[in-house]
């Protein structure tokens, strides 16, 4: 069965970096894409970007591009999403999922969720 | 951008129930169209795929119709487990966008 399991929640201070995992199993990590959604305290899920882990072919959000820092190491079928200098506005949870299909993309798994908090 | 507009934003209906709810797309996406459910605390789980596909595993209550750039998700007779937040979401191009939620309370 697939699986992904993201790493543990974070506390971070504002200006300080950040990279949270997810791990994911076997070929079906490095055969499709794997993207990340974030969803603020009581809204709604917002995609921020996607990574094929077989070649890191990488598109991002317009509303992200320049914010966070997507990346995968095949090697050991993991993703990654990246701040270099986190704000306080980017507290949130964030999930992965494995974006199946080349007709129609569909998200049919996802990650547990990193809960960032990023407080003075 | 391509925008995802979903209604209502919120609705509150009985065990039994028919419940249909809308996503209107801001312009031709194929049936690149994705339906999710969401329970509080929890990660989206995948309804439907391509507008009218059940993903395996979903009860056969849940259904999906598209029409132009109109699309729906019908429950057609909701269930206690089915309270909850349901989002649409476009994967026809990039940024795959969702759409806002709709909110499904108990009567």
């Known amino acids: 069965e697939v699986q992904l399991v993201q790493s543990g929640a974070e506390v971070k201070k504002p200006g300080e970096s950040l990279k949270i995992s997810c791990k994911g199993s076997g070929n079906s990590f490095t055969n499709n894409w794997i993207g990340w959604v974030r969803q603020m305290p009581g809204k709604g899920l917002e995609w921020m970007g996607i990574?094929?882990?077989?070649?890191?072919?990488?598109r991002y959000s317009p509303s992200f591009q320049g914010q966070v820092t997507i990346s995968a190491d095949k090697s050991i079928t993991t993703a990654y999403l990246q701040w270099s200098s986190l704000k306080a506005s980017d507290t949130a949870m964030y999930y992965c999922a494995r974006f199946f299909g080349d007709y129609a993309p569909r998200g049919d798994y996802w990650g547990q969720g990193t809960l960032v908090t990023v407080s003075s | 951008d391509i925008q995802m507009t979903q209604s209502p934003s919120s609705l509150s209906a009985s065990v039994g129930d028919r419940v249909t709810i809308t996503c209107r797309a801001s312009?031709?996406?194929?049936?690149?169209l994705n339906w999710y459910q969401q329970k509080p605390g929890k990660a989206p789980k995948l309804l439907i795929y391509a507008a009218s596909s059940l993903q395996s595993g979903v009860p056969s209550r849940f259904s999906g119709f598209r029409s132009g750039t109109d699309f729906t998700l019908t429950i057609s007779s909701l269930q206690p487990e089915d309270f909850a937040i349901y989002y649409c979401?476009?994967?026809?191009?990039?940024?795959?966008?969702f759409g806002q939620g709709t909110k499904v309370e108990i009567k």
């Open positions: 312009q031709s996406i194929s049936s690149y």
């Open positions: 990574i094929y882990p077989g070649d890191s072919d990488t």
């Open positions: 979401q476009q994967t026809y191009n990039t940024p795959w966008t």
